[in-house]
C-alpha cells in the first residue's frame, strides 16, 4: 500500500510513503520532508573555520568523498545517550583535502539502525549557507552544528550524511564507511527500547460465522484489545477494537470501530482504500522481517490483499497474489450518509493459513509464534485530519515498519 499521510517524530518528519531526502537519482524531495532545526549562524558570506577538532569526537570518521578532496573527520552528540524529547546536540567535522565539487548541498538522513527503514531526514544548509561546499579553505575544519529535540523512536537511529546535486550524489570513497548509495555513516542516537506487544489467539473450536456482526460465541473466548494511535501508543480518539481466533485451516481477524460517519468512495477489489476509512492486518509468518503479507477491509467490504517479498517490494507483482480471504461487514448507521451521525462498522475476516508467505508450520500448533500487526486509518473529515491506529506502536508514519510487528500466539 501507499499511504499519502504525513505525521510528525518530534524533530524528525516521515511519510508513509517515505520520500525524505535525496534520492541516487532523481528530483530533490518535497520540502516537506525536512525537519526543523536550528543551528549556530556563521559569519555572513564567509564559512566559520578551525584549525583544529575542538577535542576527542565521541563519533570519529575516516570517510572521504570525490577520491579524497573531502574528508569527514566525525560527528560530537551531547549528550551521548539523550532521552526522549531532551535537546540534542549534533557537531560534524569536515575538511577540504583537495579541490572541491561546486554547487554540492548537504543531506542527513534518519534510518532505522536495525533494519535501514528511511525515518526521516535532517537536510539543511552547512552553517546556514555560509560553508557550501566549493567555498572551503584548503586544510581547514568546517565545523557544522545542529540542534534537535530526540525523537520518541524505540531503537537505533542511525545518521547518513553526504552532499547531493540536482539527480546525484556526491561518490563515497571507500566502502566500508557508507552504505552502498553514497550515504556515509554518521553517529547512531540511540532511543529506548520499547516492548512489543503480544496477543494469545484461543484455537476456536468451530469456525465463527463471516457476517460481520461479532456476535457468535467464538468470538467471546478471544481477548479483546483497543488499537492505540500508530505513532505513539496513545488513545487513539475513536475506539477500534480488536480480537483473533484460529483453527487448522485460517486465522479469524475482527475488527470493532467506533465511526460517526462510514463512507468509503472504491468499490472493487485491490483498490487503494489504504488512502480511505480501512481496517488492514499483517502477517509477516516466519518473523523474518522481509516477506510478509498485507490484507484491508473497508467498510464497503472492498478487499485489498498483497504479498512483499521484501519491505514494500514492488506493488504491482505484490498485488497479483490473491489471499483467498472471505470478510464482512456490519455498519451501525447509513453509509456515506455525512447528513446523520453513525454508530460505526464492525468486519471480520477469514484468512486461509495456507496462502500466506512463508508459514513455519501449516497448520500452527499452540505455542507457535509469529509477527504481526493490526491498523485502522480514520478520517475525522473525509480525506483530511487522518489518525492512524495500530496494535503495536510503529512510532514512525509507515505502516510498514517491519522491525515494530508484534507478536502473536497461537494459544
Same mark, same amino acid.
Given at each position: 500500500?501507499?499511504?499519502? *499521510? ?5 524533530? #524528525? $518528519? ?65 549528550? =551521548? ?29 534518519? !534510518? ?28 581547514? #575544519?568546517?565545523? %557544522? ?26 561518490? @563515497? ?11 556515509? +555513516? ?22 465463527? !460465522? #463471516? ?13 479483546? *484489545? ?13 475506539? $477500534? ?6 483453527? %487448522?485451516?485460517? *486465522?479469524?481477524?475482527?475488527? %470493532? ?11 472493487? =477489489? ?26 484491508? !477491509?473497508?467498510?464497503?467490504? *472492498? ?6 517479498? @521484501?519491505?514494500?517490494? %514492488? ?18 448507521? $447509513? ?55 495500530? +496494535? ?20
Amino acid at each position: 500500500m501507499r499511504h499519502l *499521510v504525513c505525521l510528525g517524530l518530534l524533530a #524528525i $518528519t516521515a511519510c508513509r510513503d517515505e520520500q525524505a531526502g535525496p534520492k541516487p537519482r532523481g528530483a530533490r524531495p518535497p520540502a516537506a520532508g525536512q525537519q526543523q532545526q536550528q543551528q549556530q549562524p556563521g559569519p555572513a558570506g564567509a564559512a566559520r573555520t578551525l584549525d583544529a577538532v575542538p577535542g576527542a569526537l565521541n563519533f570519529p570518521s575516516t570517510a572521504t568523498w570525490a577520491n579524497g578532496a573531502v574528508k569527514y573527520l566525525g560527528s560530537q552528540v551531547d549528550p =551521548k545517550n539523550p532521552q526522549p524529547g531532551q535537546a540534542v546536540t549534533l557537531k560534524h567535522y569536515f575538511r577540504a583535502d583537495g579541490q572541491q565539487p561546486q554547487g554540492y548541498q548537504f543531506f542527513v538522513h534518519v !534510518v532505522d539502525g536495525n533494519s535501514g527503514q528511511m525515518l526521516g531526514n535532517m537536510d539543511h544548509e552547512l552553517q546556514n549557507g555560509a560553508a557550501m561546499l566549493g567555498s572551503w579553505p584548503q586544510g581547514k #575544519i568546517i565545523e %557544522d552544528v545542529q540542534q534537535i529535540a530526540m525523537p520518541n523512536y524505540p531503537g537505533p537511529m542511525q545518521l547518513l550524511i553526504g552532499f547531493w546535486r540536482g539527480d546525484d550524489r556526491l561518490l @563515497a570513497d571507500l566502502p566500508p564507511t557508507h552504505d552502498g548509495n553514497h550515504r556515509v +555513516f554518521g553517529p547512531r542516537l540511540e532511543g529506548p527500547q520499547a516492548a512489543l506487544p503480544e496477543y494469545r489467539a484461543p484455537r476456536a473450536t468451530k469456525p465463527p !460465522v #463471516i457476517d460481520g456482526k461479532l456476535d457468535d460465541e467464538q468470538w467471546k473466548s478471544a481477548p479483546e *484489545v483497543t488499537l492505540t494511535t500508530s505513532f505513539d501508543g496513545r488513545e487513539a480518539q475513536r475506539k $477500534t477494537r480488536l480480537r483473533l481466533l484460529w483453527d %487448522d485451516a485460517n *486465522v479469524y481477524v475482527a475488527f %470493532d470501530a467506533d465511526d460517526p460517519d462510514v463512507w468509503g468512495t472504491l468499490r472493487n =477489489k485491490d483498490d487503494a482504500i489504504y488512502n480511505q476509512d480501512v481496517v488492514e492486518v499483517f502477517f509477516d509468518a516466519d518473523g523474518d522481517g522481509a516477506t510478509y503479507n498485507e490484507l484491508q !477491509v473497508s467498510p464497503h467490504n *472492498v478487499n485489498f490483499d498483497a504479498a512483499f517479498v @521484501a519491505r514494500r517490494s %514492488d506493488l504491482e507483482a505484490a498485488m497479483k497474489w490473491e489471499s483467498g480471504m472471505k470478510s464482512a461487514v456490519q455498519v451501525r448507521g $447509513t453509509l456515506d450518509d455525512d447528513s446523520d451521525r453513525d454508530q460505526g462498522w464492525s468486519a471480520e475476516m477469514q484468512i486461509p493459513i495456507a496462502n500466506l508467505l512463508k508459514v513455519p508450520k501449516v497448520p500452527p500448533t499452540k505455542g507457535d509464534k509469529w509477527r504481526f500487526n493490526a491498523y485502522r486509518l480514520e478520517h475525522f473529515e473525509r480525506f483530511k485530519q487522518i489518525e492512524g491506529q495500530s +496494535f503495536s506502536p510503529l512510532f514512525v508514519g509507515d505502516f510498514h515498519a517491519l522491525p515494530r510487528f508484534g507478536w502473536l500466539v497461537f494459544d
